[in-house]
């Protein structure tokens, strides 16, 4: 019997197949990365309008509430106290007249959202330890809602896609996995004082 013919690819057949590849990787992989890019600005962009909401939210609640503790308990337990934390409402709200006799105090307050107890300081949320230890309730980060799990750990944001810094007053939302995460994120700081509400930063993406 004749042995079957065999067949294999040329020289030039595997320069051409070679060459197509490169290309192809050449202008897949910057748009590749584009994407990346692109995937991390929004999320950073997301995560901001859903801080700042929640940090509206809480404002509001609290001078709604006028420090009258809740009747029952939040989810995941305890029951919010709706002090501003850190200042009386009256120094929050001047106009709120029943508020003038409650005496100010330096201890964080808390307010009920739909997950658990959010900690407040100056009638916003707090900057607090990720996650918050168990005799605290967690702060700005809860509030935002960034990740399923309600008081999450660093290592929990960063699978979501979020690296989380804590720094004195400072929460510091940064993309996670930029090539420049310093650049790459926007800060919330807590209020510092009852006529210094909470900040938030723009957005920087020059290193996303």
């Known amino acids: 019997m004749k042995a079957a ?9 595997l320069g051409i197949v070679i060459t197509i590849i490169g290309t192809l990787a050449a202008v ?32 509001s609640a609290l001078i709604a509430k006028n420090s009258v503790p809740d009747v029952y ?36 307050g808390s307010v009920c959202s739909e997950h658990g107890l959010i900690s407040t300081m100056y009638g916003y949320p707090m900057t607090t330890e990720l996650p918050a230890p168990d005799n605290k309730s967690p702060g700005i980060v809860a509030a935002a809602g ?3 799990i309600f008081n999450a750990s660093k290592e929990l944001l960063q699978k979501e896609g979020y690296e989380i810094i804590v720094s004195g007053p400072d929460t510091i939302f940064q993309g996670q996995g930029a090539p420049d995460m310093g650049s790459c994120q926007f800060i919330f700081t807590q ?15 020059t290193g996303c």
């Open 191 to 205: 209020a510092l004082s009852p006529i210094v509400p909470a900040q938030i930063s723009a957005v920087t993406t």
């Open 146 to 148: 960034l990740s399923s």
């Open 73 to 108: 308990p939040c989810a995941g337990g305890g029951i919010a106290d709706n002090r501003p934390g850190g200042a009386t409402m009256a120094q929050l709200d001047p106009r709120n007249r029943l508020a003038n006799a409650q005496p100010a105090s330096t201890a964080p």
């Open 5 to 13: 013919n065999q067949a294999g690819f040329t020289l030039i057949e």
């Open 28 to 59: 897949a992989a910057p748009r590749f990365i584009a994407m990346q890019r692109d995937a991390r600005i929004a999320k950073l962009y997301s995560a901001r309008g859903a801080v700042s909401v929640a940090s509206t939210l809480v404002h």
